[in-house]
């Protein structure tokens, strides 16, 4: 199994810049990608960027040209500058990985991010 852990959450000036990080451990060597997500009060979990382990990337267009995501290793991270308002929600870590014949995903616990001045 994947486990993992986020982190560098927390209360950001609109215009600003914030990094959080997701550490994962456990089986890492059967990850295939991993990403984030967020889900803003009452609103569903969407996918905000996505890496795979050949290094490939997406990035939901509501982020495109302020978000970015890259990854060392057992770690990805979430570059965001030019934060806005609505970016404020609860952001995941998100792992795609293999046990056996079985695709599976594991979620971390969730970091909040809030956007206000």
């Known amino acids: 199994q994947v486990q993992l852990v986020e982190s560098g959450g927390g209360l950001v000036q609109p215009g600003k810049s914030l990094r959080l990080s997701c550490a994962a451990s456990?089986?890492?060597?059967?990850?295939?990608?991993m990403g984030w997500y967020r889900q803003a009060l009452g609103k569903e979990r969407d996918l905000v960027a996505r890496?795979?382990?050949?290094?490939s990337t997406n990035v939901a267009d509501s982020v495109k040209g302020r978000f970015s995501i890259s990854r060392d290793n057992a770690k990805v991270y979430l570059q965001m500058n030019s934060v806005k308002p609505e970016d404020t929600a609860v952001y995941y870590c998100?792992?795609?990985?293999?046990?056996?014949?079985?695709?599976?995903?594991?979620w971390g616990q969730g970091t909040q991010v809030t956007v206000s001045s």
């Open positions: 456990g089986s890492v060597f059967s990850i295939n990608a």
């Open positions: 998100n792992a795609e990985y293999c046990s056996g014949i079985h695709r599976l995903v594991s």
């Open positions: 890496i795979t382990s050949a290094g």
